[in-house]
Nanobody, 117 residues
Framework: QVQLVESGGGLVQPGGSLRLSCAAS????????MGWYRQVPGKQRELVAH???????NYADSVKGRFTISRDNAKDTVYLQMNSLKPEDTAVYYC???????????WGQGTQVTVSS
């Protein structure tokens, strides 16, 4: 079993920053992908960012230039640095890990990000 523990969410003002962390219970050195989706009540879950084998990253258009995903293999942790936050970034952010292309993803417990003045 794989456990993903998320942290770093909270309440910030527009223009502020947060860094989300997702710590895995397994080595992430050779994972297929890790990243975050976000979701608000009544809306479809949205891919925010992911990092795949070889270090390639992808971002939703709405967060490009503001968010950065990175990983620390020694700590089995992936980070999402969120800068210039906007109210529309408010959501529950869910970390996921996919070991390889043939397996289903594992999910973290979610962490609330609220951007409000």
């Amino acid at each position: 079993q794989v456990q993903l523990v998320e942290s770093g969410g909270g309440l910030v003002q527009p223009g502020g920053s947060l860094r989300l962390s997702c710590a895995a219970s397994v080595s992430i050195s050779s994972i297929y992908a890790m990243g975050w989706y976000r979701q608000v009540p009544g809306k479809q879950r949205e891919l925010v960012a992911h990092i795949i084998s070889g270090g390639t990253t992808n971002y939703a258009d709405s967060v490009k230039g503001r968010f950065t995903i990175s990983r620390d293999n020694a700590k089995d942790t992936v980070y999402l640095q969120m800068n210039s936050l906007k109210p529309e970034d408010t959501a529950v952010y869910y970390c996921y890990l996919k070991r390889n292309i043939f397996q289903n993803a594992y999910w973290g417990q979610g962490t609330q990000v609220t951007v409000s003045s």
